[in-house]
């Protein structure tokens, strides 16, 4: 059945195909700060930040010590269990990669057509076709420039692997393709 869809997809119209994406745990530290959803980091944070105020005003301003301390722990833990989970979150990534590939790490091709892009795990032969409709984010890390579908999935690709000509010839098709994307510098 891969075969099927590897022939299928190769007989669309190529665009852009780019190779050697490698993703290993050193990628997936790198972009860690995006393997929790926006959403749920925003939402966490707003959580996190009325505890600790709600719990700082009813210890200070009305003497309810318990419940304004029990507040303020509940905020921290909330914020420390934010930090904790991006790490948690890479952990998974790498067991789950080497569960499936026996290795360290996952190459994948990426292959940009007209209607989707088509990506390729060469140890595993998982295709998968992705709607452009699909992606709605981008941002570059010091490595790696990384999209973002509306299930919050990521497709990491690696700018070693790509020439300058290469990187710009991509992202001139995702603007293209996907002209609701939205752009999120990295800090």
């Known amino acids: ?68 301390i029990l507040l303020i722990v509940f905020g921290l833990l909330l914020f420390l269990d934010a930090m904790v989970a991006r790490g948690r979150a890479v952990r998974k990534s790498i067991k789950q990669i080497r569960q499936i590939t026996g290795k360290d790490f996952c190459t994948y091709i990426y292959t940009f057509t007209e209607k989707d892009l088509f990506v390729r795990c060469v140890e595993t032969n998982m295709n998968e076709h992705i709607p452009y409709t699909n992606l709605v984010r981008r941002t570059e890390t010091k490595n790696a420039i990384v999209l973002f579908t ?38």
Do not use: W
Not at 11 to 40: G, M
Not at 160 to 172: D, G, P, T
């Open 150 to 187: 509306k299930e919050s999935r990521m497709i990491i690709f690696r700018k070693n692997a790509l020439s300058e000509k290469e990187k710009n010839q991509m992202i001139q098709i995702v603007d293209e393709r996907c002209p609701e994307m939205t752009f999120v510098p990295h800090n």
């Open 1 to 68: 059945m891969a075969n099927d869809v590897t022939k299928q997809s190769e007989t669309r119209a190529e665009e852009f195909r780019t190779t050697n994406h490698i993703l290993d745990e050193a990628t997936f530290y790198e972009v860690k700060k995006y393997l929790y959803p926006i959403f749920k980091q925003r939402l966490l944070m707003i959580i996190t930040i009325i505890a600790m105020i709600v719990g700082v005003i009813l210890f200070v301003g009305f003497s309810k010590y318990i419940v304004g």
